[in-house]
């Protein structure tokens, strides 16, 4: 299953580079603008009117979530991640680059084991379960959210169950782990051809400081 979600990554964005990254973009304005109103409209509701949407908090719950699991793949792939790289900076470039590379290699490895854990028995380890069969799981059951639930004109019209049910709002897990894992993988790529320095901006970050330090004067 980790083979095909990864798999199906690539060739999609093999084919259509441009329009993955203008979906993730979409995807990730989507969020935020979806999590900004939802919660300005909750405290006005809530502080001016006394009133407020009974599943809000739920929902902000897996806005931001999804916005979590989607962003810390893309912030890979335009190397937007923070870090600490002094160790790699006073490294040669040849150890410098091994590091780099086995950081990538590392963060392939953590989204895997989070995707599916249960190769690691194979290696003695006893671990079974992950996100893939926690998802898969939800969708089997059908149970819906606590506090998330379907307009009664959904419920008439479409024959829906009541709540939002879960594996709706927990399909971003395999995705997004997929997504982490691919992009992971890229960076490791590039960093052992020689195409990207590290896996994270770090000094890139303090750079910007620098120079836009006097842009604010009082």
Known sequence: ?????????????????KAVTRLEEGVLAVLISALTLV?????????GFGTGWGGALEFTRILFAWLILFGMSYAIKINAHL??????????????RILAATAAVLCVLYAVILLNANWMQ????DAKGGAIDYWAKMYKVGIGLDDLRYPEWAQETFGLQERVQ????????PLGLALFA??????????????RQ?????????????????????
């Open 166 to 173: 879960r594996w709706i709002a927990y399909l971003v897990l």
């Open 122 to 125: 194979l290696l003695g380890i």
């Open 182 to 195: 691919y992009r992971s993988l890229q960076a490791a790529i590039d960093i052992v051809l020689g195409r």
């Open 39 to 47: 919660s300005f409209t909750q405290v006005v509701m809530r502080y």
């Open 83 to 96: 870090g600490v790289d002094v160790v790699l900076q006073a490294l040669p470039a040849r150890p410098s």
């Open 1 to 17: 299953m980790i083979a095909v979600l990864l798999g199906a990554l690539f060739l999609t964005e093999r084919v259509w580079p």
């Open 198 to 218: 590290f896996i994270i901006a770090s000094h890139e970050a303090e750079e910007l400081v620098a120079e836009n330090r006097d842009a604010v004067k009082d």
